[in-house]
């Protein structure tokens, strides 16, 4: 058993391909086979980024984003974000990770985070952060339309697709 330190300054690098085999590991441990979407839109859709959380040498937490232009609005979406169990809860790992991406992202009109309904962690996360709200599609196509929620699924779901 490898010993990991949740504790002290945490880096983010930001990559893309050359990154995706630390955060992988992570990415699947939390999503289970479902990792593998964010692991295509790095590897073979070349649209997504990867952004590590590191401490002391040891890679502690891992997000895949992209940008997209959906008309003219310029999206920047969370894809994939998870925090290894150990250094979860209270520690700032994903807040360090988001933060990261909006600085990156500072040309986009939007920031999207894609989660699963019941996803507690992620929800905990975007709801510290305050700015970010939880909405299920149904919900989005009656206060935007269902024209815009389609361009919004393809973007944030079929990256493989366009």
Same mark, same amino acid.
Do not use: Q
């Given at each position: 058993?490898?010993?990991?330190? *949740? #504790?002290?300054?945490i880096?983010?690098l930001?990559? &893309?391909?050359?990154?995706m085999?630390? /955060?992988?590991? +992570?990415l699947r441990?939390?999503f $289970?086979?479902?990792?593998?979407?964010a !692991?295509?839109?790095?590897?073979?859709?070349g649209?997504?980024s990867? /952004?590590?959380?590191?401490?002391?040498g &040891?890679?502690v937490?891992a997000?895949?984003?992209y &940008?997209?232009n959906?008309?003219?609005? !310029?999206?920047?979406v969370?894809? #994939?974000i998870a925090? +290894?169990?150990? *250094?979860r809860?209270?520690?700032?790992?994903g !807040?360090?990770?988001?933060?990261?991406?909006?600085?990156? *992202?500072?040309?986009?009109?939007? #920031? +999207?985070a894609?989660t699963?309904?019941?996803n507690e962690?992620a929800?905990r996360?975007?709801?510290?952060?305050? $700015? #970010?709200? $939880?909405?299920a599609?149904?919900?989005? %196509?009656r206060l935007?339309g269902?024209?815009?929620?389609? %361009?919004?699924?393809k973007?944030? *779901?079929?990256?493989?697709?366009?």
């Amino acid at each position: 058993m490898v010993f990991v330190s *949740c #504790y002290g300054p945490i880096t983010v690098l930001i990559g &893309s391909r050359e990154l995706m085999s630390h /955060a992988e590991p +992570i990415l699947r441990n939390f999503f $289970g086979s479902a990792y593998r979407y964010a !692991k295509a839109v790095v590897d073979y859709g070349g649209v997504g980024s990867v /952004a590590l959380a590191v401490i002391n040498g &040891s890679s502690v937490g891992a997000a895949v984003y992209y &940008s997209i232009n959906v008309g003219a609005v !310029k999206l920047c979406v969370i894809y #994939y974000i998870a925090v +290894i169990e150990e *250094c979860r809860g209270g520690l700032g790992i994903g !807040k360090v990770l988001v933060s990261t991406i909006e600085e990156v *992202c500072t040309d986009s009109d939007v #920031y +999207i985070a894609t989660t699963w309904f019941g996803n507690e962690p992620a929800d905990r996360l975007y709801r510290s952060l305050g $700015g #970010y709200v $939880g909405y299920a599609w149904d919900e989005l %196509r009656r206060l935007i339309g269902r024209r815009a929620v389609d %361009r919004l699924l393809k973007a944030t *779901c079929a990256m493989m697709m366009t």
